[in-house]
């Protein structure tokens, strides 16, 4: 079992340009959560997706910011237009059913420059 | 809106002492509690879960008490090891939105050979 994989583990974006960070959760698991981490703060909820469904985007930016979970294929956390604000480590986690333990990722670093 | 609270922020012990963290949390309708240990530019490994249902969880030398009256849980580490040098968080799943860990700010452990 590969765990939940996160590519990739380091990303450099100019400002303005677009970031793709992608999530393949845990086999046989149904529910992804991406969690954001600024420098010197702590885990901060974003979004909460089932296949091909957003249950709860209430932590995301409401611009700049989507997340998408296909029915085939890794999980997508996209930001357009980043800004140096934007530079943190995201993580991805995966659980089987919502109130089940949360397994995550190692992250994707994003420094924006 | 549920918060975590972790004491202390930072310690330092030297190798071989028991050792207790402390996670506190405001709004006592968790469905369950999880700590995780993370190491520098590293993802979250996690440690023990507990369900709402349970008072305590034990992995090796950890071991974790949730008490939802009060509003409060433990880690308990026996006979620190400098590998065990960490941040430690704990994160309780809310139930109202079943949705999203509410994640402390971490105590950071350093055991001293």
């Known amino acids: 079992n590969a765990g939940v994989m996160q590519n990739p583990r380091h990303l450099v974006r100019r400002r303005g340009q677009e970031a793709r960070l992608r999530c393949s959760p845990m086999k046989g698991h149904s529910h992804v959560y991406w969690y954001r981490q600024l420098p010197e703060e702590g885990l901060k909820f974003m979004v909460y997706l089932q296949k091909e469904n957003i249950i709860d985007e209430s932590g995301m930016p409401k611009e700049r910011f989507s997340a998408e979970f296909p029915k085939e294929g890794p999980s997508i956390l996209r930001i357009q237009q980043v800004v140096r604000g934007d530079s943190a480590a995201y993580f991805c986690a995966s659980s089987p059913v919502w109130t089940y333990g949360y397994t995550f990722g190692s992250g994707t670093r994003l420094t924006v420059v | 809106k549920q918060e975590v609270t972790q004491i202390p922020a930072a310690l330092s012990v030297p190798e071989g002492e028991n050792l207790v963290l402390n996670c506190s949390f405001t709004?006592?309708?968790?469905?369950?509690l999880q700590w995780f240990r993370q190491d520098p530019g590293k993802g979250l490994t996690s440690l023990l879960l507990i369900q709402s249902s349970q008072r305590e969880q034990t992995s090796g030398r950890l071991n974790a008490s949730l008490d939802k009256s009060s509003g409060r849980s433990t880690l308990y580490i026996a006979a620190s090891q400098p590998g065990d040098s960490a941040t430690y968080l704990c994160?309780?799943?809310?139930?109202?939105?079943?949705?999203?860990?509410?994640f402390g700010e971490g105590t950071q452990l350093t055991v001293n050979p």
């Open positions: 709004d006592s309708a968790i469905y369950n």
């Open positions: 994160a309780g799943l809310e139930e109202t939105s079943g949705s999203r860990l509410t």
